[in-house]
């Protein structure tokens, strides 16, 4: 089989080395793909917000199989344009996808079928927003309607402060188009869970549960970015709160985009916060996350590929689809002031590093491979017990140089705390 990955990051280089544990994987297109990569794939330098060169080059080389990975080209609609060509993908099309392209609809869908979620408000006028805020006990969570790369959240700690976001989404243009309508919501407490899961819109399948951290800087301080680092299993993720988000979230979400006639096939993603109430939804993605992709698909033991196929052609029952029951670590190595401003094109080298690396923010340079974006790679362990992955995750990190590296000492910190006082 001839497969197309679309995306250029580490989630991407997950999937890749994932898929090529199957033999009828023959050759393997990234497009865009990365310097990192080229090992397992065939990079073509097609960006993948360019869905027409996308489908064009896919009908000229007789792709058999796409996998849409990056949340913009599955929200503008690739899936939609595959189908037209006959072209076969994993992903869901233009209308399902909407259920991260648009934060105020998810907010809605959930309103309108009662699955647990944070209250809320959308605006689009910017007076409107502050006497809603106004009336609001911080702290605050002021979101960005539209897609921002997993920064187009504040989490206000004074009024002002969530005026301010309202006032920079509106009316200064933040984030575009994504910013122009704000969702503002109440601010919800307790511990945070991923949960991404397989679907063909009739079945759905969790994967391992994992703990995401978003913040840049240890103790869950500073900016917000696209993830730091991920363990997995959540220990807070327990048995119980497994059986009441399949019962009250996960099911009720398939059916009611199936209700909606947006069925929904591919990955969806459940973001969580298991409060004293239960599991409550904080947001929906419409694919892979990122960088949980890079804990969570090293447990999977069954056959990605398989699953995928399965996933498009609603079969998804029919397949085994099985998780190791040891413990992983995927520790994010960033560029100095990521989120903000880094610098970069700093020469990349590795010494004994043990576990998987998945390179993201990486180019060849001069037959050199040197950081080319925020989040350069990340490194993966996987081990009996989460200590032990942390800490090789570690160990790597340190084996691992580029000039103004920089990484949170604290990733599993939390988790190895939860499973301790067990």
Same mark, same amino acid.
């Given at each position: 089989m001839k497969i197309a990955v679309i995306g250029g990051g580490g989630r991407e280089h997950a999937i890749i080395k994932k898929l090529k544990e199957n033999p009828a994987a023959e050759h393997i297109f990234a497009l865009p793909g990365n310097g990192g990569m080229v090992n397992e794939a065939e990079c073509v330098p097609i960006k993948a917000t360019d869905l027409d060169k996308i489908v064009a080059f896919c009908k000229e080389k007789n792709v058999d199989f796409v996998v849409i990975a990056p949340d913009d080209p599955l929200i503008a609609g690739?899936?939609?344009?595959?189908?037209?060509?006959?072209?076969?993908?994993?992903?869901?099309?233009?209308? =399902?996808? =909407?259920?991260?392209?648009? $934060?105020?609809?998810?907010?809605?869908?959930m309103r309108k079928y009662s699955i647990p979620t944070a209250r809320y408000a959308v605006f689009s006028d910017e007076d409107?927003?502050?006497?809603?805020?106004?009336?609001?006990?911080?702290?605050?969570?002021?979101?960005?309607?539209?897609?921002?790369?997993?920064?187009?959240?504040?989490? =206000?700690?004074?009024?002002?402060?969530? &005026?301010?976001?309202?006032h920079d989404m509106i009316s200064g243009n933040r984030f575009g188009e994504s910013g122009k309508r704000v969702v503002i919501e109440e601010y919800l407490t307790g511990p945070e869970v991923s949960v991404l899961a397989f679907t063909d819109s009739h079945t759905l399948v969790p994967m391992v549960s994992s703990m995401d951290h978003k913040r840049a800087c240890d103790g869950d301080t500073g900016l917000n970015t696209g993830g730091m680092g991920v363990v997995a299993p959540n220990p807070y993720y327990t048995a119980e709160v497994h059986e009441r988000a399949m019962k009250e979230i996960f099911l009720p979400t398939l059916n009611a985009m199936n209700a909606e006639g947006r069925p929904f096939k591919g990955c969806l993603y459940f973001g969580l916060m298991i409060t004293e109430n239960g599991p409550k939804v904080i947001e929906y993605n419409s694919r892979f996350g990122?960088?949980?992709?890079q804990a969570v698909l090293p447990l999977l033991k069954s056959d990605l590929l398989e699953i995928m196929l399965a996933t498009e052609e609603e079969r998804l029952a029919s397949v085994p689809v099985e998780f190791s029951d040891k413990c992983s670590c995927a520790l994010v190595l960033a560029s100095k002031g990521y989120p903000e401003k880094y610098e970069t094109g700093y020469e990349i080298t590795e010494n004994g590093v043990q576990g998987e690396i998945f390179y993201a923010?990486? $180019?060849?340079?001069?037959?050199?491979?040197?950081?080319?974006?925020? #989040?350069?790679?990340?490194?993966?362990?996987?081990?009996?017990?989460?200590?032990?992955?942390?800490?090789?995750?570690?160990?790597?990190?340190? @084996?691992?140089?580029?000039?103004?590296?920089?990484? &949170? #000492?604290?990733?599993?910190? &939390?988790?190895?705390?939860?499973? @301790?006082? $067990?």
């Open positions: 690739l899936k939609d344009m595959l189908n037209a060509a006959g072209i076969p993908s994993f992903g869901p099309d233009k209308a =399902a996808a =909407a259920i991260e392209g648009s $934060k105020a609809f998810a907010k809605e869908l409107a927003a502050f006497a809603y805020i106004d009336k609001l006990t911080p702290p605050i969570v002021v979101k960005a309607d539209g897609p921002a790369l997993g920064k187009g959240v504040i989490i =206000a700690e004074s009024v002002a402060e969530a &005026r301010a976001a309202a990122d960088p949980e992709t923010g990486v $180019k060849r340079e001069n037959g050199k491979l040197v950081n080319s974006g925020g #989040r350069v790679l990340a490194v993966t362990e996987v081990r009996d017990d989460l200590a032990d992955a942390v800490k090789a995750a570690y160990e790597d990190a340190e @084996r691992i140089n580029f000039k103004n590296k920089y990484f &949170r #000492r604290d990733i599993g910190k &939390r988790a190895l705390k939860a499973i @301790r006082e $067990k």
